[in-house]
């Protein structure tokens, strides 16, 4: 205790070093937390956006498909569900909020004027239509309603360069299961605007049944999507859902990080970018303590010399020379966690809005997320951020520390 209050004294010695020391490193770490908080919460939500649109936070293929999407890796839905009862099983699961089955097909597109190529997909619209984000701005009359009707949901750049209007019909034309083309001819019920151009230049939406006719098996899909109520259950989920597979079927559950690689990729190396962001705050926190602590032992040559002749020890020295040190970050620890709480609590609620600067939607990894960007808490890291500041406080101490231990009484009697 009498090393602590001693400690206390000697930092605030010179308050305006003091101040500027615990301000440079209050502010800092309030930027690394409030940063890492604004990533955190638009990751959630692009992931949120990916796994509902995409892949699912876990994801049924057969064989390869996750990485070659070669599209006659398709398996019958109805077949596996009279084995196993696969989907209502797995969606009987606790945390599990929807399983949507899914068939994409490569094909091309044709109206009486143009053609192109475009990804026919076969959806569940019930379900679909509940989940979707690409779906969530189709008012309710544009949806398609049933499995097996022709009604079509196109991108809206297709459908400019079809030279089409909702209500047209178009034919769409892809491989069969014997080599042969298949036509089907179909209607456009509503427009999909996802805000990504390679999106809206390609995508057919129709109910899933129809889109299985082409391949010759009513129920044949490639994809089962299982949607979950917290992402956190994924690595608890994803065994229980690999036993309720047919042994043999070539089925495999995996992890929407396999199956949509490009946002993973996207959010790792963005992550990646914020350690140089944290070096800097290391630099800073490191020569500010130094900083700090060496020009006080400096000016206390004197006083140490005199404390040493009267039987101090240099190991009690050193112990108030790292206290002092402990005492600037605990002090930075508090004020930093109340101003990156403060900064997190805005970025919450209000959040950076860029609609101003960029269009309505933004693209990142594939997937389209809300301009309005906002933080979400992550309070693990906030804490592990303010002790790694403090342990970091006290480890830069230890060179002005030993300086401090190591002055010869006699000589430093004599300084000035």
């Not at 491989?175 to 019920?189: C, H």
């Not at 930093?336 to 933004?362: C, H, K, Q, S």
């Amino acid at each position: 205790m009498e090393i602590l209050t001693l400690a206390w004294r000697n930092v605030w010695r010179n308050r305006r070093r003091t101040l500027i020391t615990i301000v440079a490193m209050s502010f800092s770490l309030m930027l690394v937390q409030a940063f890492h908080n604004l990533s955190f919460g638009v990751y959630a939500q692009m992931v949120d956006s990916g796994v509902r649109s995409g892949s699912g936070h876990i994801a049924v293929y057969r064989g390869d498909y996750v990485t070659s999407r070669d599209d006659r890796l398709f398996w019958d839905l109805e077949k596996m569900g009279a084995m196993v009862d696969l989907k209502h099983r797995i969606a009987a699961l606790d945390g599990v909020k929807a399983v949507l089955p899914r068939l994409y097909l490569p094909g091309l597109a044709q109206s009486s004027r143009e053609s192109r190529g475009v990804m026919l997909t076969g959806i569940d619209p019930v379900a679909e239509n509940a989940i979707n984000p690409l779906l969530k701005n189709i008012d309710a009359p544009a949806l398609i309603k049933t499995l097996d009707g022709r009604d079509a949901l196109v991108g809206s750049r297709l459908l400019t360069e079809l030279k089409l209007k909702v209500g047209n019909k178009f034919v769409f034309t892809a491989q069969g299961p014997e080599g042969q083309l298949v036509s089907e001819l179909l209607r456009i019920r509503g427009v999909v605007k996802s805000g990504i151009r390679e999106v809206d230049s390609s995508l057919v939406m129709v109910g899933r049944q129809r889109a299985a006719a082409i391949t010759g098996q009513i129920d044949a899909i490639h994809e089962l999507a299982i949607i979950l109520e917290n992402p956190d259950l994924e690595q608890r989920l994803i065994p229980l859902i690999a036993d309720m597979l047919p042994p043999g079927s070539e089925l495999n559950a995996v992890s929407w990080e396999l199956a949509m690689a490009n946002l993973a990729n996207a959010i790792k190396l963005d992550y990646a970018s914020q350690k140089f962001i944290f070096l800097i705050i290391v630099l800073i926190v490191t020569i500010g303590v130094v900083n700090t602590l060496l020009m006080s032992v400096m000016e206390r040559i004197r006083e140490f010399g005199v404390i040493l002749a009267v039987g101090a020890t240099p190991g009690r020295l050193r112990a108030t020379v790292m206290t002092e040190a402990f005492l600037l970050g605990s002090v930075s620890m508090l004020f930093g966690n109340i101003l990156g709480a403060l900064a997190t609590w805005y970025l919450v609620e209000i959040g950076i809005d860029l609609r101003d600067f960029i269009p309505e939607t933004m693209e990142f990894g594939g997937v389209v997320f809300n301009p309005v960007m906002r933080a979400a808490w992550d309070t693990v890291y906030m804490l592990q951020i303010s002790i790694y500041v403090l342990l970091l406080s006290v480890v830069a101490s230890l060179y002005p520390a030993a300086k401090a231990a190591r002055i010869a009484p006699a000589v430093a009697m004599r300084h000035h």
